[in-house]
């Protein structure tokens, strides 16, 4: 990077590009698998400078507040056309424009996505960032999901919100995913931002209860606290009541999502904090809230358009028993529902009760419903314009079939495994996988966990769908190879990566050799995320990889038989890229290293198998290698090793 | 293989021939739920060998062809979150109390409550099977069950064969009991059989020499 610096000048910026000016590649990944929605502007947005609100009436600054130098008005012109670039890719690139739109972008900003949080310093980014409303930060990387980055890798929160609270007293809006975030942490909200408004945290560590009372009490213009899939490890007895912390009078809240808060809450608290939040739209309760208890719920919030339904079984109260005709009751006067989730412990004979929103429904997720096909069929008979399923394989193929020929408007499917384990029976093959493939043509997402697979079934997929977008096949017996025909399941991925021309997002399974890789590195050209594990011959795979998919920015993979070779064959390649991370493989220190010493704008992680290990060893272990600009961090636990 | 393998030699390496990194080692990890442990191959010789950082299995992975030998379970594999995981485990265990339950009722299946569930491995099977070991009153009747579960696999295709797998011919079947000790089927009373017996594996003859002692033999000694 040569671009040359003068004390005049804003820093360097952030090389989203490659190094040979290459247009910059989007940060943003909106196909990210998370419960979270996108992330959204603030509607508060004001132009730069203290004008007007809306419209377009350039600030006339400097003099008598009559005129402005040309250049100046030139700016002012600019910055205003720029507020209406929302997607980090498109204010990427009018960055690189020249220095006039550098500034004028930086100024205009409103959220700030950080995809990998030791990608930048945080002073480095709220020097350049001015006027930033919302920030998105996204830690650990994903495989700490599996349990395969050791308790205390980092990706603490702490320095971030040590910059940003005095950069941003206007900050509304921030979004942490896999970040450890403390109690304190949280308590630093309030007082550092007074009109904060929406907090989301996914897969986050660290909190408790406390640290949402401080939320809930302190942020009193709240209108969004979602806390999705993040880890709870509170006892019983330590649990504070925060729902009763909200303000007294009628709140801003329009979204409280909780259900993986799992401790039990004070349920009057919530119906009265409900029955205060007039623009309550989305509710997700966790599995402590019983079907009579839902109903108050439902009662005093008619205009809920999503519900997180708690463990939709009958626990019989003080009022008695709710029928499955008074509960669907309920939801007959909740006219708004598109969007119905929990079920976290169902009765399935209370099903039927949500019959009469089935009709509007959009999103629907059974993903902790152990229901037999004979259970699901009739409420999916009734979902005709369902566009998001998500489910576990209980309901097996003939559940399939039946969303297959209802669901002719479905976009993302999602079906997971209720016996997570290699040698489970699994319940849903490629018998299944076909039927969806005739019947949901408009298919773009979709994440499956099965025993069973077949080639035909995934080129069925591709030439069926060719919409998908998202194609995450998990084949959960290790090497295993199409049930039929015996046969390595190159052919399938291959005719996904050929016939899918959208596809920006694959995750491979099954017995792969390097033929499959060939395939994606030939044709997968909008790939932008790829997930390896178990696959692969040699280290021709990862070649073909790193000199196929241009678009390349997140790549992880998983015991395969890959080597040095393979891991400096993508040396050109790194910094185009997010990050890298490969474990159980066959790497060595001196591969590693050899990176580490040819690019220095690259961290290079290395971490040992048993953390308590001392000493070196020749093999590692796993590798996590990132771009970054602010160096190695200092936050490095003793088993993470940077090269 | 690295001098600082010492890792058992069930933690089975996964991958091709080349040597190199090792694979997870599940088992030490706090990965929640149960390791499966199966040896590689049910002899004594090899019980001693289990030291050794090179398992069996490394050469029967060696070749494309052959499915993997029984392995322990892979660290996050397969790649199910945590919260969901532990919210699923939540679920079975209560699927799995109401079914016994449910069995309790005298309308249940006849033969009795509960249900004897294992595991059937086949060497050349691309994957495992299950078998209800309660639906079957006889070696006899779960001798056909298997040949017919497997039928798709043998590799002669030779549905006779199976026939006499507890007489041993081309194949032998074998379990493993309470004790992790490795067994010929057949030689104990079926209901002694059924109680103690945690998972079946079905192998070549030829592999099989040497097995543990002869049930009667361990009973005896252990009396």
Partial sequence: MSTPRSSASSPDPIPHKSVTLAPSLGMRDPEEDSDSTPSRMSEDDDCSGGGGGGGWTPDLRGGGGRWAPPDQVLEIVLESVLEFLTAARDRNAASLVCRSWYRAEAQTRRELFIGNCYAVSPRRAVERFGGVRAVVLKGKPRFADFSLVPHGWGAYVSPWFAALGPAYPRLERICLKRMTVSDDELALIPRSFPLFKELSLVCCDGFSTRGLAIIAEGCRHLRVLDLTEDYFHEEENEVVDWISKFPESNTSLESLVFDCVSVPFNFEALEALVARSPALRRLRVNDHVSIEQLRCLMARAPRLTHLGTGSFRSEPGSGGTSSVSELATSFAASRSLVCLSGFLDVNAEYLPAIYPVCANLTSLNFSFASLTAEEIIPVINHCVSLRTFWVLDTVGDEGLRAVAETCSDLRELRVFPLDATEDSEGSVSDIGLQAISEGCRKLESILYFCQRMTNAAVIAMSENCPNLVVFRLCIMGRHRPDRITGEPMDEGFGAIVMNCKKLTRLSVSGLLTDKAFAYIGKYGKLIKTLSIAFAGNSDMSLQHVFEGCTRLQKLEVRDSPFGDKGLLSGMNYFYNMRFFWMNSCRLTAKGCRDVAQQMPNLVVEVMKEHPEDEGETDTVDKLYLYRSLAGPRNDAPSFVNIL | ?223
């Fill in chain 2, 1 to 223: 293989m690295a001098g600082a393998d010492v890792d058992v030699g069930t933690e089975l390496r996964l991958g091709l021939p080349g040597g190199g990194a090792e694979a997870a080692k599940a088992a030490k990890r706090g990965y929640e739920d149960t390791i499966d442990l199966k040896l590689t191959l049910p002899t004594g010789g090899v019980q001693k060998d289990s030291g050794k950082p090179e398992p069996a299995a490394e050469k029967a992975a060696a070749d494309p062809e052959k499915p993997p030998a029984p392995k322990a379970q892979a660290v996050g594999w397969p790649p199910v979150r945590s919260y969901r995981r532990n919210a699923m485990t939540v679920q079975s265990v209560k699927i799995k109390k109401e079914e016994e339950a449910e069995k309790e009722q005298p309308a249940a299946t006849a033969g009795g409550n509960g249900s004897a569930f294992v595991k059937v491995s086949m060497d050349g099977a691309p994957y495992l099977r299950k078998v209800d070991l309660k639906m079957y009153n006889t070696y006899k009747d779960l001798s056909i069950a298997l040949q017919k579960m497997f039928s798709t696999f043998s590799a002669t295709g030779n549905e006779g064969k199976m026939v006499e797998a507890v007489n041993g011919s081309d194949v032998v079947t074998t379990y493993e009991d309470k004790d992790g000790d490795w067994m010929l089927v057949g030689d104990v009373p079926w209901e002694m059989f059924v109680a103690s017996c945690k998972r079946l594996r079905i192998m070549k003859s030829s592999e099989a020499i040497g097995l543990a002692p002869r049930a009667k033999d361990k009973y005896k000694n252990k009396s």
